[in-house]
């Protein structure tokens, strides 16, 4: 399997759910990161990891945690989610933290909070 | 602070037609990229091109065209001869610092119909 791929790719979850999401890179690239994208609204850059270390968290809620155990997976703990949470979330990619073409993007996770 | 317009929420047009798709930003840095992303049904974002701030050359790539005008602070985007395939939502984006991905901006997006 080859790109960028987030399991699963749709979820429903009530508020008091704990949810994960999946994305796995097999491009070999070191720099990994979680996109949200609401309806009618621009794409918004959530977190960004490099070498497995967090270099960006762009004032995201506590409610959302992600972990990075190595270059090639990036999670999206979900818990206590609110409705206005529910968007579609894509995981991207890219060899390093230079230029925003060098970005692959994975399908998306489509969430919806009940 | 940066801000990039996608002022065509929903654009539908027959097979064959001309379309174009317009971007305005706003910037106050003089170095700044913008791009422009295809997003297909499939969910994934298809990267199309880059242009740099201080090359305001046209460029076309087969039936894409990009017209770049600092003048006016656009960035449209012009597809001939759509076909059925071309739909999709299609976003403008724009990055002031090009080596963190955390500068960048993108538009709303515009949803493109292409009817056979």
């Known amino acids: 399997e080859t790109g960028v791929t987030q399991t699963p790719r749709h979820l429903v979850m009530g508020m008091t759910n704990k949810k994960s999401l999946k994305c796995e890179q097999h491009l070999g690239h070191n720099a990994m990161y979680w996109y949200k994208q609401s309806a009618k609204k621009p794409l918004e850059l959530m977190f960004v990891y490099n070498f497995k270390e967090q270099t960006e968290n762009n004032s995201v809620p506590s409610r959302f945690s992600p972990e990075c155990p190595n270059s090639s997976h990036l999670f999206l703990h979900l818990h206590t989610l609110q409705p206005e949470d529910s968007a579609l979330y894509l995981c991207?990619?890219?060899?390093?933290?230079?230029?925003?073409?060098?970005?692959?993007f994975g399908p998306g996770t489509r969430l919806l909070v009940l | 602070a940066q801000k990039v317009t996608q002022a065509q929420t929903e654009i539908s047009v027959v097979e064959k037609e001309d379309v174009t798709l317009d971007c305005v930003y706003e910037t106050r840095d003089t170095t700044y990229y913008l791009f422009w992303y295809k997003q297909p049904p499939s969910g994934e974002l298809v990267f199309l091109i880059r242009?740099?701030?201080?090359?305001?050359q046209n460029e076309i790539s087969g039936r894409y065209s990009w017209n770049f005008q600092k003048s006016t602070s656009s960035f449209n985007f012009t597809i001939t001869a759509s076909q059925v395939v071309d739909s999709a939502v299609y976003f403008c984006?724009?990055?002031?610092?090009?080596?963190?991905?955390?500068?960048?901006?993108f538009g709303d997006g515009t949803t493109l119909t292409v009817k056979p």
């Open positions: 991207a990619s890219s060899q390093d933290l230079l230029g925003l073409e060098t970005q692959y």
């Open positions: 242009r740099n701030s201080f090359d305001e």
């Open positions: 984006a724009l990055s002031e610092d090009n080596t963190n991905a955390g500068k960048s901006t």
